[in-house]
């Protein structure tokens, strides 16, 4: 079935240092990558995101790649500062339902002072 | 003001009880969606709904039902048969393939 895995679950980084989260999914026919971010008590909020005819895509200090052959796409994020801790999702939206958004687990970011 | 409203905020509900969550968007917003969020762990698709008078099963349905009677208005009603609901609900709305807004939540507890 569609499915999508995101590694790793926890990062720990220190402030100034780059983070990077990774993503694989399952339908290779998916063409749409959102990233959410969903800070302490908040609801989950769009940060970037990228479509299948693009390989990458950056905002300022975020950056989305994505291989589809190898079916992954990655978040990044250079120069990070504290307000960047919050659990970041990734999703897909499978080919064969263009509504449905299929997220991944999650992975809990903290930025060491 | 434009959004999504979920409510109530908190939920209590007895054993063998229904409770109904609420869920609003002005957005004009084709597809809702129900996702569930258990303590560090991602967000499960329960159903979601790309046009009114139709709605999907997600991976975790069983226990759940829904309706789609008005494109603004996509309630979830938990019941009896949903062994363990104590969890916090999302409700999102989206134009397909593109952001998907969510509420603020609905933290469900079986007392």
């Known amino acids: 079935g569609e499915n999508v895995e995101q590694h790793p679950s926890t990062l720990s980084v220190q402030e100034g240092d780059s983070a990077v989260i990774k993503c694989t999914y399952s339908?290779?026919?998916?063409?749409?990558f959102p990233w959410y971010k969903q800070e302490l008590g908040k609801r989950p909020q769009l940060i970037i995101d990228i479509r299948s005819n693009v390989g990458e895509k950056k905002d300022q200090r975020i950056a989305v790649t994505l291989n589809k052959t190898a079916k992954h796409f990655s978040l990044h994020i250079t120069e990070t500062q504290p307000e960047d801790s919050a659990v970041y999702f990734c999703a897909a939206t499978p080919y064969s339902s263009a509504s449905k958004i299929i997220f991944g687990s999650g992975t809990r970011l903290s930025i060491r002072p | 003001d434009g959004g999504i409203t979920q409510s109530p905020k908190y939920l209590f509900r007895k054993e063998g009880q229904n409770v109904t969550l609420s869920c609003e968007q002005n957005?004009?917003?084709?597809?809702m969606y129900w996702y569930r969020q258990d303590p560090g762990q991602g967000l499960r698709l329960i159903y979601y709904?790309?046009?009114?008078?139709?709605?999907q099963k997600g991976d975790i349905a069983e226990g759940y039902s829904v309706s789609r009677e008005k494109k603004e208005s996509f309630p979830l009603t938990v019941t009896s048969a949903q062994k363990n609901p104590t969890a916090f609900y999302l409700c999102a709305s989206s134009i397909s393939q593109t952001e998907a807004f969510f509420g603020q939540g609905t933290r469900l507890t079986v007392v």
């Open positions: 709904s790309q046009i009114v008078n139709d709605f």
């Open positions: 957005l004009n917003h084709d597809a």
């Open positions: 339908d290779s026919a998916s063409n749409y």
